[in-house]
């Protein structure tokens, strides 16, 4: 069964700290990777978009890594603030199909 | 823009009855989505359609949820008879990159 798994479960940082989020994933093959960031009572909102043929891709203070051989991905946030305080959700389409498979996320809290 | 728009927002009717769920894409995208979020399940995708034809409805739970794509500005999901266990967020996404709509937080008592 495809898998996409992410740790850790969840996080607190100091603002201003840089963090790095896990998602492995046994989806094979696929087309692209995607992490999204979703504020609580709010939808999904993509932040980076990956093909299996990219190694990274940032977007503002995220950067997204990926490694095709060991199926890891991670997220990186640099300098974090309040407003990172969300949760981050690796999601990976499958080659050929449009069904994604979501990861249950990481609970990121950023405190003063 | 106005981006993905769903309505209601929040939903609250007791179990039995009928509710349907509503998702305007963004304009042009020729796919739409159909999830649901639990906080024990996460995001599960329940069906999708491309230029207005259900492609994969695998995800539905059972024969009391339906959903309905009668042009490519609008789509619905029908749950009938409502259950408590259906409570969850519903949202409705479209296009291949998938912009998500706000949800629907549907509570049934």
């Known amino acids: 069964k495809n898998q996409v798994e992410q740790s850790p479960q969840s996080l607190i940082i100091l603002e201003g700290k840089n963090c790095t989020l896990q998602c492995n994933y046994t989806v094979s093959p696929f087309s692209n990777l995607r992490w999204y960031k979703q504020d609580t009572g709010r939808g999904p909102v993509s932040l980076t978009i990956?093909?299996?043929?990219?190694n990274t891709k940032s977007n503002g203070r995220y950067t997204a890594t990926l490694d095709a051989d060991t199926k890891q991905s991670s997220l990186h946030i640099t300098a974090s603030q309040l407003s990172d305080s969300a949760s981050y959700i690796c999601?990976?389409?499958?080659?050929?199909?449009?069904?994604?498979?979501f990861g249950t996320g990481t609970q990121l809290k950023v405190e003063l | 823009d106005a981006g993905v728009i769903q309505s209601p927002r929040h939903e609250v009717t007791e179990m039995g009855q009928e509710v349907t769920l509503r998702c305007k894409p963004i304009s042009g995208h020729n796919s739409l989505f159909w999830y649901r979020q639990t906080m024990m399940r996460g995001l599960e995708l329940l069906i999708y359609f491309n230029n207005n034809v259900p492609i994969d409805d695998s995800g539905m739970p059972e024969d009391r949820f339906s959903a309905k794509m009668p042009n490519a500005s609008f789509s619905t999901l029908k749950i009938q008879p409502s259950e408590p266990r259906d409570s969850a967020v519903y949202f409705c996404a479209s296009g291949n990159t998938q912009y998500f709509g706000p949800g629907t937080r549907l509570t049934v008592l």
């Open positions: 990956m093909t299996f043929s990219e």
């Open positions: 999601v990976v389409t499958p080659l050929g199909g449009n069904k994604l498979t």
